[in-house]
């Protein structure tokens, strides 16, 4: 993302409510989502395994840097609230499920294939060949991975917070025949003041002024990283 900056004056009325809306203040969004497909004709795809998502804070604890075996992306594992990838699970099923586009085989059904991805004493296993294994067992055209590497809950209320919420998680879209990497979505967001984000005022209105839950963010979030999910 680049960001440019210009110098500009403002008239005193303008500057005035300005001023006047910074005191009232409240929160805008700084999240960034990052997607991209594979340029491929037709994906041929009609049964998704959905993987329940990963908790890395779990696997790595807090504070290191992690490189995806996948996709060779970068990033720093935080603390993750207890829960949030089996919310994050739910809400990506009923995301994909309400669009229709493939048949989807629930994550239970992979069993424990989640936890043998990453050794606890940090030496990856070979994911890959262990993913395309299962997707065949189980008749799967694709794998659907996320990993949650942040999910820190709002300190405070909704118009006062010590702490804003913040997340960061990923997703993987594998096709099991060769598997070639089809999708990826990152998203990734630490809410940050208006005063501290003037150029997010959209962000800001649509949110009711107000700080939000990592819930909240995160359903956002996921709903933005799908629009560019691949069709059949």
């Known amino acids: 993302m680049v960001k440019t900056g210009s110098k500009f004056t403002l008239h005193r009325p303008l500057a005035a409510g300005l001023a006047l809306l910074l005191v009232v203040a409240g929160c805008a969004g700084s999240g960034a989502v990052t997607t991209d497909t594979s340029p491929v004709e037709a994906l041929g795809l009609e049964r998704i395994l959905v993987l329940p998502f990963q908790d890395m804070y779990k696997i790595f604890g807090a504070n290191m840097s992690y490189r995806c075996p996948l996709c060779d992306s970068v990033y720093e594992i935080e603390t993750v609230t207890p829960g949030a990838d089996d919310f994050l699970t739910e809400q990506l ?9 493939f048949e989807l085989i629930p994550p239970d059904a992979a069993g424990g294939v989640v936890q043998e991805l990453v050794s606890p004493d940090g030496k990856p296993l070979p994911p890959l060949a262990l993913l395309q294994d299962v997707g065949r067992d189980l008749d799967a055209d694709a794998i659907l991975l996320g990993r949650i590497y942040r999910f820190e809950e709002r300190i405070g209320t909704k118009f ?31 809410q940050k003041s208006l005063s501290e984000n003037l150029f997010n005022l959209g962000t800001f209105v649509r949110r009711g002024a107000r700080w939000i839950s990592a819930e909240e963010m995160a359903r956002t979030g996921l709903e933005q990283m799908l629009q560019t999910f691949p069709k059949p």
């Open 160 to 190: 006062s917070a010590q702490q804003p919420a913040s997340v960061t998680f990923d997703l993987l879209l594998i096709r099991v025949a060769d598997g070639r990497i089809l999708w990826t979505g990152r998203y990734e967001e630490t």
């Open 93 to 101: 099923m009923a995301a994909l499920t309400a669009r229709g586009d």
